[in-house]
């Protein structure tokens, strides 16, 4: 069993980062994938999703360790809420 080491400041601050940068670009991911995914017939949502599924795994990478990824997701959650 692997034993869960504490997040810093330093990586809480990258997450929250990454959390903020994914909240602000997400329109326009979803507005410059709009054309090409109407004219193929498929959701808007599945080509920007995989684009803003990039945003997880690049927490993963920068800090690794257990729970950021889930510390992303909730700050994501709460600024989608709060944004409306």
């Known amino acids: 069993m692997r034993r869960m080491k504490p997040i810093s400041l330093n990586e809480m601050i990258v997450v929250a980062?990454?959390?903020a940068l994914s909240m602000?670009?997400?329109?326009?991911?979803?507005s410059l994938f709009a054309p090409v995914s109407g004219a193929i017939g498929i959701p808007t949502g599945v080509p920007?999703?995989?684009?803003y599924m990039f945003w997880l795994a690049l927490a993963n990478h920068l800090v690794n360790k257990m729970g950021a990824v889930l510390k992303l997701c909730v700050i994501q959650?709460?600024?989608a809420i709060v944004a409306g």
């Not at 602000?24 to 979803?30: E, M, W």
């Not at 920007?48 to 684009?51: D, F, Q, S």
């Open 17 to 19: 980062l990454i959390g």
């Open 24 to 30: 602000i670009t997400k329109p326009y991911v979803r």
């Open 48 to 51: 920007a999703g995989a684009i």
């Open 77 to 79: 959650g709460l600024l």
